[in-house]
């Protein structure tokens, strides 16, 4: 169904677009994708447990002045995860294949880079399979040039795990090296998180989810339903908040968390952590040092101090990947961006500028899984449609 074609399309969106309406495109330009034509939902009113709730609205917002939209290449198999090497290769995982390929100068090599030998699926699942390989990150330094993986895998005999391994490229491919984080999996399925974000200081969040366990998102002795932050070797950062706890895994940066699908850290020192909730009730949030995310709520003590979200969505918009941008985009400067799995994909923008933090703005279809800042322009993948797009000036 996908091709390998190259394509090199713009949208550009100069004045706010009205809901569900096409938005004005350059003469000669790609008006197919991306595109968000929001679903009309009920509204959900306040639950008898007094819990306040809301849904932001939806704002399809322009974009700045100058900037645009482009197509950088196609024909990539159901990808959830992507990242750019400092000699300008992007290396983008597949999730049911379990090969990395690699996109130069806008051209999809024929040949995979890797594949992963001991990948495990759910392929009656179909797109909405949470199993695979779901993370993939550019090791910064590494030489020779090294990926980290996220995946779900399975051994001859059958024993199912959670893996983070490392990658290193030899003679034009990569090697299998180091296994730097196991966690088990449930006979259920699925809820193994997969966010990967580098800090300045060259530790690694790692986002891993409850992995069908919920009541284990509590337990600080269990990796599962956490923030991990661990070194490149993966051991446990020495300044963590837990470390030296006996009753605590020391690699454990936060806790409480149901379905970590995205990650985000400013340069500049603040962090962001999307969790996926149940039956809707996506958050974001602060990322503490330390906190606890309250899920699940049944198995917190009364006393329990949890961490407010800073936007919390009704319905279930499966929110993924998430980036702080910082580069010559001058309008996007320090802002938070995110993408939405359900409904095809949107690219979500929030100016942390503004407060309170509740001005989210959609400003395009297609970002179903990952973003990030490669250069100074920030990209995006469609999940659906095997597309990377970048927004530049």
Request: net charge negative; aromatic share 10%.
């Amino acid at each position: 169904m996908l091709t390998g074609c190259n394509a090199e399309s713009s949208v550009a969106r100069d004045t706010p677009v009205p809901l569900g309406a096409t938005p004005a495109v350059t003469a000669g330009a790609d008006t197919t994708r991306p595109q968000f034509d929001p679903t009309v939902v009920a509204v959900l009113q306040s639950a008898d447990d007094g819990i306040p709730r809301r849904d932001p609205p939806y704002t399809y917002a322009a974009l700045p002045f100058g900037y645009r939209i482009e197509s950088v290449a196609t024909g990539l198999a159901n990808p959830p995860a992507f990242d750019g090497a400092a000699d300008g290769r992007i290396f983008v995982a597949e999730q049911f294949t379990g090969l990395v390929r690699v996109i130069r100068d806008g051209v999809l090599d024929p040949k995979p880079f890797f594949a992963v030998p001991d990948l495990r699926i759910e392929a009656e699942r179909g797109f909405v399979s949470e199993l695979g390989l779901v993370g993939l990150t550019v090791e910064p330094g590494a030489k020779p040039l090294s990926l980290l993986l996220y995946y779900s895998a399975q051994s001859p005999q059958g024993e199912r795990k959670t893996k983070l391994v490392r990658v290193r490229e030899q003679n034009g491919g990569g090697v299998l090296g180091e296994t730097l984080l196991e966690v088990p999996v449930a006979p259920a399925c699925c809820h193994i998180g997969g966010a990967l974000t580098w800090l300045p200081d060259g530790t690694l969040l790692v986002g891993v989810g409850d992995h069908e366990q919920a009541s284990k998102a509590q337990d600080l002795k269990s990796p599962a339903g956490k923030v991990l932050r661990i070194t490149k070797v993966g051991l446990a950062a020495p300044d963590n908040p837990f470390s030296g706890r006996p009753e605590a895994d020391p690699r454990v940066y936060a806790y409480g968390l149901r379905n970590p699908f995205g990650v985000a850290a400013d340069p500049l020192g603040p962090k962001y952590v999307l969790d996926n909730g149940e039956i809707g009730f996506d958050t974001v949030y602060d990322l503490v040092p330390g906190g606890n995310y309250g899920w699940p709520g049944s198995a917190l003590r009364p006393d329990t101090v949890t961490e407010e979200p800073r936007e919390t969505y009704l319905e279930s918009l499966g929110v993924a990947g998430a980036v702080v941008y910082r580069g010559k985009l001058a309008a996007f400067d320090g802002d938070l961006f995110f993408c939405q799995f359900h409904r095809g994909g949107a690219l979500h923008w929030f100016p942390i500028s503004d407060e309170p933090f509740d001005a989210d703005r959609i400003l395009a279809g297609g970002c179903s899984s990952a973003v990030r800042v490669l250069g100074d322009d920030l990209y995006f993948v469609d999940y659906f449609e095997g597309t990377l797009y970048r927004i530049t000036q």
